[in-house]
């Protein structure tokens, strides 16, 4: 089959490295990049590191309204899909990135098919459930990596073409651990080889957007005492310059990281505290309590297993959990074996000979 793939945003590239590897293997892929994410940091070093193919075509729509963004991507895509005429399109998670490329398939009656369908934070005022939930109801395939996903496709009526194959950023993690370790001098870079530090990343909108969230969270690390090491996304960049934000000296501020870095980052740390929703994921397969500043999460078999707290941007309740949260509970499997790239193929090449 001829197979149009979306990518736009950093966790994205990220998603599609296994995938596309196997992909490719009996299938024709063409990859679109967006260019929603186009930093050096935040785009090419993931295809460079994690050896994803180059993109056939890159739209370079850049930064922007939610609606220039997405009505950018839409136009150019349109031409695109009705030259190359695909099979299939499949899209990642629930960016801009992902809903231009569904609405627009499914416009032009392409199958569209969503790798982490199903997610739902049941928070209406987030760019990404606006995304996920009008992806899932354009798509044929729907992969998911948890069972709670199958429920909440259920309830909203969408019970045919969903498949549990479990999370694709669990293959990455597999396939990349060891390589990192090998490769990445990140640690010692930042003198922090054998040290105890907390890892944070920050870029959700609700809390960059919101002075009063942004400087809870900046406070609460400021106050902790603890290394913070913290890659900063350029959104929060530009906001924390703009509110008149500073960081104390515990917190080691950097650029975004690539993933190798990351996750040697990650392996490092003695907890993570995040708004990102790979990263608390990241954090569970590397056994680290993780601290979600987020009102919710979507993520919530992490929250029922012990090994997350949602703890909003309440100050006092993130230096509560950054000095005295430690997981209880053994870890379930949640997110399948690390073979959802796989048991993709597997799928869609039963859909090929239907
Ligand atoms: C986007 C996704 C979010 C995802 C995140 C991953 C949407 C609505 N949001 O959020 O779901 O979790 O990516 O990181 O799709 N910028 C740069 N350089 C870049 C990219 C962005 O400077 O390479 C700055 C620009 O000022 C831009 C801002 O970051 O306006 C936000 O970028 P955008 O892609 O709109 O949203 P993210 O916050 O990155
Ligand atoms: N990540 C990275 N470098 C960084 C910060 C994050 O490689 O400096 C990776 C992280 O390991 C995870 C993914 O980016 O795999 C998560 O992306 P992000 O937090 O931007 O978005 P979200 O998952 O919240 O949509």
Redesign the pocket.
Known sequence: MKIITIV????QFIKAAPVSKVLRREHEEILIHTG????E???KVFFDELNIPRPDYNLEV???S?GK?TGEMLIKLEEIYMKEKPDLVLVY???????AGALCASKLLIPVVHVEAGLRSFNMNM??EQ?RILTDHLSKILFVPTETAITNLQKEGITKGVYNVGDVMYDAVLNFTEIAKEKSSILKDLDLEGKRYILTTI???EN?NDINRLKNIIEALNESGKTVVLPL???T??YVESYGLSFSKNIKLIEPVGYLEMLSLENGSEKIVTD???VQKEAFFMKKPCITMRDETEWVETVENGWNRIVGTDKAKILDCINNFLPEQKQKSIFGHGKAAENILEVLDNYGTK
């Open positions: 736009g945003a950093r966790p929603q994410h186009y930093d940091n935040m785009s850049g930064s922007g939610h963004q998670g629930d960016t801009n990135s992902t809903l760019p990404e995304n870029h959700r909108a960059t996304h350029p959104r960049k530009k990102s929703g790979g």
